[in-house]
């Protein structure tokens, strides 16, 4: 749509005022082309006619919807042009009392001249991680937006901060570079972002002075480059200062100061360290009192000393330095009060007696007669000689003011100097953010050399910042693909070169100074004649001593009066000698160092904007414009290469006031800091740009159906546009965004306004019809009824006379007598009906009470067998449950014995060790018997003497030998009969052994009988408990791995005997060693057969003995015979004796075949027991089957359980059942307990058995030794049978004891039964079935038993819930309860709180023991490894719940248990008695307590870190209530870089999500609800502080609608507090401030009653709050109403009396006050089980 048509009528523009600049005007008449006048009507009513040139018709400019008025962002104005600019900062400063806006990349800051409450911490921390859109504008978005981009895109950055004088520059780079000290801490202990901060005061005390502007004028640029390292921290800082104001050293304009740091000096004169400066009142010295102001209002420069000093102290300038500034300082002051007077004609001196100049020369310890001479002379350098010319009054006074300027120019720069040294860099630097304090564009009525200067700087300023915003509106259309046209701006570079380029201003200045009779007016003609010609160089036409520059702001006009001297800016070099050569190192450094600079320069290249021009020659001395071209070129080169960022600070008004807006003088601002040109730059493109999403949630109401139902809604937006505007020209499509040509957005506003206004028409008029007809109806039936009774009356007068009256009146009578006769006619049938009816009833209720007591008579009966049945029932579980009982006291009487077993079978095993020893003395024989042999050898020599002996006695040997046959012979049969016997007695043992695994099967399968039993009787069984038999059927196993490692070590040792006897094989094969010496003597056979026939019979029979003992007892007695044939005659041959040694070794080979056969078989039987034990594995796996079948039917019990929850009626009968149950487990028990004991007899005799065969065997080593090894072998393995045996034994046991407590805890839970059962006759059937069953099944285990001897029954062990920990065994408990333990574990899972009570039945057992060091130890090591795992899971949000739940628990368990009576009320009298006895724990609870605080803030801040970032998106940015959209168009800064696209989308749902997860952890970890009470009351309290914030700092938040979004996101919180029953906590109450905030924004905001509902209604908020909201108020559409400030201000009053806090924000780190409340455990520590899982089997319970 054509600009041109939206002049139409109610439309309203700007036209130009004289006053206010703009003023506002509504077209009366629609304009068309050609018009020549346009009719306005103005605010105040009267009528204007705006003249319009038809040909070229200039309209006014059109003023914006109100819709768009008072945005954050002048960008998203549709009219983009200077009224608009002005009045929207007027709204928002005058009305909203906002003094921030955003202009594109600009921030426009406008002096409040008052203290306001939006720069506290609290705001920093709420602008700190947010994009620069998203709250409302501020200095600190502007530092968070380059803090941000400089550490993700690794970009140094720059803040240029502009404006005049008492605009606000200073404060707002402070602010500025205050953000970045607290959002980048440092870390280290240097704190260097302190240090920083503190060089702020410095700066100000010797750079700022009171103006008639402004009371804190800088009056220096100041550009300051805060450095960071890689982790973004700051590490250092680096000032640079431009152009210092010297000349208010010595001058000062009228209400006006000279510099801050002189009148703090005065002020502290009477100190005592000040005492030698001999100081003044500030009143007393010249360079101080001349403006006339010394004092300024609010400011106390006694204390801003006292910080100035502190601060030198922080920057580390110590005290000798600054007592050196001082000093400098006060000589300054002094010097000015120096009297100079005339001594006529054009001479001057100086009194001698001057106190001042005797106090300047003490100080800076300089020659007074030489200062004197050359103040008031000067030497003159001729060709041939020097001159002394004294110099008159003036030029001595000037002498005197030059040098104080240059004394403290250069005590400037070293204090700067200083400080940068001080904020040195230490390390690398990684990245930094600069910010430059600058002067903005100045024009006054008097301009010189110094407005000059910074006009210049802001002309540099300026281009660089046009190039910037051309750059970013390049960039934004290429992202979004627009087609890129040229837009014609401003470019200053004429200017640039005027000032700077060769044959230039500052040139042609440098020339004139360069001749020594060169003045300003000699300068100025220069100027006229070179530069006249240049369009932007003008002459004055009153004045010649000026002239006039035309800059981008506006013209100034210059005097040319002191160019030449403030460029020179000269010193007699006398006096700079005199300086030079003084006594005081820390002034004469200051000029001995200017001596060097000038020395040691070559001139200053400055490179020119254009570089084909060229710079003239300078002279060594540089003037003040070079240094200072220098200077600006150097930061340009800076900010180039930096990303900027632009605040502009705006003067609303010359007086100072708050909240006054001088349109006049804020408009002259604007254009002069380049706001309007950034506005002039955006509206030749396209201004509004507006989110696809953005334009159709606000524009939707244009749409037509058909286009609303698409799904696509970027081309339902694309069709809307078209149809809406033909003009393809006015807007643009982007890849995200629609751009907009200036006016689109507010014809479309327009075009939306009509609908909604022809939509309430509509409403209105079909509203109004029914309203009207409705009353013509009311009115209509009225007149009806009215004319029928006047009708009515006067017919009824027509008719009625005397006769009729009469005939009336005895009608009347005749009708009263019979209706009377009717009546009591009726009456007397309806009593005698009455009566009948109630004999009827009376009877009936007779009969029925009648049966109801003969059914009650019944039921007494009933109840009364019934409740015999029960009792007979209870008495025969009770019995059950003794049998249970005595069952597990037999079981570990069983164990008892099985001990004393395995300490026989030690005994044994020492025995075994004895055969070895026996063996090793046979092999000692044997030796002894070689010995022998030998010895034979040696005899030979005396067998040849007794040869005839020998034949003489060898019949008498032959006789004797024939003897000892027959005694081989009757010792071979016994041996016969021995082994016989032997042998059967092994196949009794064997077939024993056999029947006592037959008999330990029949056993087992009885056992599984009584388990099955069992199960059935076992009903009342929980869950926990099943889940506890499993794990302790683990542990078993663990131990069965373990019992089988020690049946493998035991299989080893029997290896080692094996070794043993090869080794004793080994030995027996020396033998061959005897066969060779029979050879030697077989070789001397010839010689000496007849002399050796009497030894060799004697080998013989030594070797035949050798042989039945090898083979006595193993063969039969022929078979020794056959190996040695009894033949006399052949007895002396030495064949024979060879045949004897075959026979020997024969023997050893049978005797080796026999081992072998005998270890076959009993390998043969060692795999029958193998195959015995798998069987009774199988049957252990059968009975593993058995339990699961059993935790199957406690599930049904369990299920039982809960129907019988309701048997009040019962309990009696449940009590009886219950004993009976017991009784039956006694008789089970006693059943098992004498099986047991026949397993243990039986046991013992295979042990005797075992005894005596190894025993016999020890006697015949190397028959038996085999099967000894065997035999071993064999009891290993029966020892393993046996201990399987036991545990199972033990596992029944476990189960008994937990059965027992189950029916405990059974007792307790009916106890608290009240309901009536409904069903109660068919669960008496099922009783009734269930003990047939198991008397059935009682029976049948009493005909299996019948030999059976019960024994006295056996109570169970009565723990007394404690656990011993060894000393050595604390680490491995610490690891495993606290360091290794995780909170999803099954057994965590169903006792969340188990370590907590595993911990306090330690701490108990040490405490009975009355052992404080082991007390201490534990309790120090418990604490010490919980905060370890906290420190090592400071972020893990479920272990943080876990712990804080069990450090709960054992909090409450150690005031439980400590005795005090305020802990034992709720105590069970068993809970008593186990209280502490001997240590006070207190001051460990204290420890335990304040960990407990400890970790409880860690969980909160964990909660809150997850919580935080779904908050504000949540509570505020989403739309819950579906239809109320509060879209508005953004701006500029909603296209920041710092924007991501892809963001996660958080709504109400995501809060109450993350509520519920955290409530559900918290729940499964047995956390005590006030505990969790508490913490969503602290969560709570953050979701409504952070909502509350930002509500605060996002004036788009502030409208109608977007209260109605958040009460019903607050009724959604207050929903699920009312699901989880947490409606006790007091959580809705932190959300009141919140909830008042949104009621204020939906209430009506206009009359007095209103305001003061307000006063009564918002109590959580304070004043400060409440007008914040007020002025931030917005509405959404134009139907709504602004805030009028009239309004404010009553609020105001009305809250005038208010006490409270007058803080802004709500502390959102607040913690309320956490409390431990104490919560008596019902949980019996007696009954408490140790899982296996925890693998603290070390522990053991007392």
């Known amino acids: 749509m054509a600009l041109l048509e939206l002049y139409t009528e109610y439309n309203r523009v700007w036209i130009p005022d004289a006053e206010h600049v703009w003023k506002s005007a509504e077209i009366m008449r629609d304009f068309h082309s050609g018009d020549n006048v346009l009719e306005l009507l103005l605010e105040g009513g009267t009528e204007h006619y705006y003249p319009v040139d038809p040909l070229k018709p200039q309209l006014p400019p059109l003023r914006n919807p109100d819709i768009l008025v008072g945005e954050n962002d002048l960008t ?10 002005l009045h929207n900062l007027k709204v928002r400063f005058v009305e909203s009392r906002i003094i921030y806006t955003y202009c594109g990349i600009i921030l426009v800051a406008v002096n409040p001249y008052k203290q306001l409450h939006i720069y506290g911490d609290a705001i920093i921390h709420a602008y700190s991680g947010q994009n620069m859109g998203d709250m409302d504008p501020h200095i600190f978005a502007v530092a968070e937006e380059a803090y941000k981009q400089m550490a993700r895109n690794h970009k140094n950055q720059s803040i240029i901060v502009s404006g005049e004088s008492g605009a606000g520059k200073t404060v707002s780079a402070r602010y500025a570079m205050r953000y970045f000290a607290v959002v980048s801490k440092s870390g280290s202990n240097t704190r260097v972002e302190d240090k920083v901060l503190a060089s702020n005061p410095i700066t100000e005390a010797i750079g700022n002075a009171k103006t008639t502007r402004n009371d804190n004028s800088s009056r220096f640029g100041k550009y300051t480059e805060i450095s960071f390292d890689k982790k973004y921290r700051i590490i250092g800082a680096n000032m640079r200062t431009y152009l210092l104001e010297k000349s208010r050293v010595v001058f000062q304009a009228d209400n006006e100061r000279n510099y801050h740091i002189f009148y703090q000096l005065c002020s502290c004169a009477q100190l005592p360290e000040f005492k030698h400066l001999r100081l003044l009142s500030a009143d007393k010295f010249q360079y101080t009192c001349m403006g006339g102001e010394i004092t300024i209002e609010g400011v106390d420069d006694k204390k801003d000393m006292e910080e100035t000093r502190r601060t030198f102290s922080l920057l580390g300038l110590k005290e000798d330095f600054q007592s050196d500034v001082f000093k400098v300082l006060a000589a300054i002051l002094h010097l000015g009060n120096v009297e100079i007077k005339s001594s006529g004609g054009d001479k001057s001196s100086v009194p001698s007696g001057d106190p001042h100049l005797a106090v300047f020369c003490e100080l800076l310890k300089v020659s007074a007669v030489e200062l004197v001479r050359w103040l008031c002379h000067r030497r003159i350098v001729l060709v041939a000689e020097t001159v002394v010319k004294p110099v008159p009054k003036k030029r001595a006074v000037n002498a005197r003011d030059a040098l104080a300027k240059q004394i403290y120019a250069h005590l400037f720069d070293c204090i700067i100097n200083r400080i940068n040294t001080a904020l040195k860099v230490p390390a690398k630097q990684h990245a930094f953010i600069g910010v430059l304090d600058i002067y903005g564009f100045e024009t006054f009525d008097i301009n010189s050399f110094e407005q000059f200067c910074i006009n210049y700087a802001n002309e540099k300023l300026q281009q660089q910042f046009n190039l910037h915003v051309f750059k970013l509106e390049q960039e934004e259309y290429m992202k979004e693909d627009i087609p890129w046209t040229l837009i014609d701006f401003y470019d200053n570079q004429p200017v640039i070169d005027l000032i700077e380029a060769k044959m230039g201003i500052l040139d042609l200045l440098d020339e004139e100074c360069l001749f020594p009779q060169g003045t300003d007016q000699s300068w100025l ?68 160092e200017e001596e060097r600079n000038a020395a040691n320069s070559k001139g200053v290249k400055v490179r020119p904007a254009r570089p084909a021009v060229k710079q003239a020659n300078k002279q060594l001395r540089t003037s003040v414009g070079d240094k200072f071209c220098s200077s600006l070129s150097l930061l340009m080169e800076t900010l180039n290469a930096t990303t900027p960022h632009y605040v502009r600070c705006i003067k609303p008004n010359e007086e100072k006031l708050p909240f006054e807006y001088d349109s006049r003088r804020v408009v002259q601002q604007l254009r002069a800091c380049g706001v309007l040109e950034t506005i002039r730059i955006s509206a030749q493109s396209y201004p509004s740009r507006w989110t696809y999403i953005e334009f159709y949630s606000r524009y939707s109401i244009l749409m ?131 009566v009948t009816i109630q004999a009827f009833t009376r009877g009936w209720m007779a009969r029925k009470r009648f049966k109801k007591m003969m059914k009650e008579q019944k039921a007494l009966v009933l109840q009364k067998y019934a409740r015999a049945w029960l009792a007979r029932r209870r008495f025969q579980t009770m019995r059950r449950l003794v049998l249970n009982v005595q069952l597990s006291y037999r079981v570990q009487q069983l164990r008892k014995k099985i001990e004393e077993q395995s300490k026989e079978n030690r005994g044994l095993m020492e025995r075994l060790t004895s055969v070895a020893n026996s063996h090793s003395q046979s092999v000692d024989r044997l030796q002894v018997l070689e010995a022998q042999l030998e010895k034979v050898n040696s005899q030979k020599e005396s067998l040849e003497a007794r040869e005839k002996k020998a034949k003489e006695d060898a019949s008498l040997t032959i006789a004797k030998l024939q003897k000892e046959a027959d005694a081989l012979n009757v010792e071979k049969q016994n041996l016969e009969k021995q082994f016989e016997a032997s042998t059967k007695e092994a196949k009794e043992s064997f077939d024993q052994i056999k029947r006592s695994l037959v008999e330990e099967k029949d056993y087992e399968a009885r056992l599984r009988k009584i388990a099955e039993n069992n199960i059935e009787i076992q009903r009342q069984d929980h869950e926990k408990e099943v889940e506890t038999l499993k794990e302790e059927i683990k542990r078993l196993k663990e131990e069965r791995v373990g019992l089988q490692r020690k049946v493998e070590e035991n299989v080893r040792t029997n290896s080692d005997l094996q070794e043993q006897v090869i080794q004793l094989s080994k030995h027996v094969k020396v033998i061959p060693e005897l066969r060779r010496d029979l050879n030697n003597l077989q070789n001397q056979r010839n010689s000496m057969d007849r002399k050796v026939k009497q030894q060799s019979e004697q080998a013989r029979v030594k070797m035949n003995d050798i042989t039945r003992q090898l083979l006595g007892g193993v063969v039969e007695e022929d078979v020794l015979l056959g190996l040695n044939p009894d033949n006399s005659e052949k007895i002396y041959e030495m064949e024979d004796l060879l045949e004897a040694f075959d026979g020997l070794q024969k023997a050893t080979r049978i005797l080796q075949n026999h081992q072998r056969e005998q270890k076959e078989s009993y390998e043969t039987q060692v795999e029958g027991f193998k195959l015995k034990v798998d069987h009774l594995q199988n049957e252990n796996t059968e009975l593993q089957k058995l339990f699961q079948e059993k935790s199957n039917i406690n599930e049904d019990i369990r299920q039982e359980v809960s129907r019988l929850s309701s048997e009040n009626s019962v309990i009696p009968e449940l009590k009886l059942q219950v004993s009976e149950l017991q009784r039956q487990k006694q008789e089970l028990e006693a059943h098992v307990e004498e099986q047991s004991r026949e397993l243990a007899e039986k046991t013992e005799e295979i042990t005797d058995v075992l005894q005596r065969k190894i025993e016999e065997e020890s006697s015949q080593r190397r028959h038996f030794e085999g099967k000894a090894e065997e ?50 006759e068919e669960l008496l059937d099922q009783k009734d079935r269930l003990i047939k069953k198991l008397l059935n099944q009682i029976k049948s285990l009493e005909v299996s038993q019948k030999a059976g001897k019960p024994s006295a029954p056996a109570m169970p062990k009565d723990y007394l819930g404690m656990l011993e920990c060894k000393r050595e065994d604390e680490p491995r408990l610490i690891q495993n309860i606290i360091l290794d333990l995780k909170p999803r574990g099954v057994v965590v899972g169903m006792i969340p709180v188990l370590p907590a009570y595993i911990i306090f039945m330690c701490v108990r057992h040490a405490d009975y023991l009355n052992d404080e060091g082991k007390l201490k130890s534990l309790m120090n090591e418990v604490i010490k490894a919980i905060k370890k795992v906290i420190m090592s899971y400071q972020k893990d949000f479920e272990l943080l719940s876990f712990w804080l739940s069990n450090i709960y628990q054992l909090l409450n368990c150690l005031k439980q248990y400590s005795g005090e009576e305020e802990f034992m009320k709720q105590s069970t009298p068993r809970q008593k008695k186990n209280c502490l006895q001997n240590f006070d724990l207190s001051e460990h609870r204290q420890i335990l307590s304040d960990l407990a605080i400890h970790i409880y803030h860690q969980f909160i801040s964990v909660m809150e870190k997850s919580l935080t970032p779904a908050i504000v998106p949540g509570m505020l940015e989403h739309e819950s209530l579906q239809g109320i959209s509060s879209m508005k168009p953004t701006g500029f800064r909603k296209r920041s870089n710092s924007i991501y696209e892809d963001s996660e989308t958080y709504t109400i749902s995501s809060i109450i999500q993350q509520l519920s997860v955290f409530h559900s952890t918290m729940s499964q970890h047995g956390m005590e609800q006030g505990l969790v009470k508490q913490a969503v009351k602290q969560l709570f309290f953050l979701v409504g502080a952070t909502t509350f914030n930002n509500i605060m700092l996002r004036k788009d938040m502030c409208s109608c609608r977007k209260g109605m979004q958040i009460r019903c996101n607050i009724s959604y919180l207050e929903e699920w507090l009312k699901e989880k029953e947490l409606q006790s906590s007091n959580a809705i109450d932190t959300l009141r401030p919140l909830s008042q905030a949104a009621w204020l924004l939906q209430v009506n905001k206009s009359t007095d009653d209103d305001a003061k509902e307000i006063s009564d209604k918002c109590t959580e908020l304070n004043s400060v709050q409440i007008v914040k909201i007020l002025n931030s108020y917005t509405p959404i559409d134009d139907f709504e109403k602004r805030v009028s400030s009239s309004f404010v201000r009553k609020v105001q009053s009305l809250l005038q009396d208010r006490d409270g806090s007058s803080q802004l924000m709500l502390d959102s780190d607040y913690r309320f006050q956490v409390t431990f409340p104490f919560c008596s455990s019902p949980q019996a520590l007696e009954l408490m089980q140790v899982p296996s899982s925890l693998h603290l089997s070390f522990l053991t319970r007392i």
Request: proline letters at 2%; a positive charge.
């Open 76 to 85: 998203a104005l549709s009219y983009l042009h200077e009224p608009a600019v």
């Open 525 to 592: 003609q220069k100027l006229f004649n070179y530069l006249e010609p240049n369009p932007l160089f003008e002459k004055p036409r009153l004045s010649n001593e000026a002239f006039v520059i035309q800059h981008f702001a506006d013209k100034v006009e210059y005097q040319c009066r002191g160019f030449l001297e403030k460029n020179r800016d000269a010193l007699y070099e006398e006096l700079v000698d005199i300086m030079r050569d003084s006594k005081f190192p820390f002034l004469a450094h200051f000029f001995q």
């Open 704 to 834: 037509t159906h058909q286009e609303a139902d698409q799904s696509d809604k970027k081309q339902t937006c694309k069709n809307v546009l078209q149809r809406l505007i033909q003009d393809p020209n006015q807007y643009k499509f982007g890849r995200t965004k629609i751009f907009f040509r200036a006016g689109q957005v507010a014809y479309l506003e327009k075009l939306r306004l009509d609908r909604l206004r022809g939509a309430c028409v509509t409403i209105q008029k079909h509203v109004r019809g029914w309203s009207r007809r409705r009353k013509f109806l009311r009115m209509r039936q009225a007149a009806i009824i009215i004319q029928e009774y006047i009708r009515g009356k006067r017919t009824v007068r027509k008719t009625v006379t005397a006769a009729t009256l009469k005939q009336g009146w005895a009608s009347v009578v005749i009708q009263r007598h019979w209706r009377g006769y009717r009546m009591r006619q009726v009456y007397q049938v309806v009593r005698l009906a009455s």
């Open 1271 to 1320: 035999l071993e072998e064999l009891k290993g393995e029966l020892r393993g049978q046996i201990e399987e045996l036991e545990e199972e034994n033990d596992h029944l046991k476990r189960q008994q004891l937990m059965d027992s407590e189950a029916k405990i805890k059974l007792r307790q839970e009916i106890s608290r039964l009240t309901a009536e059962n409904m069903d109660i």
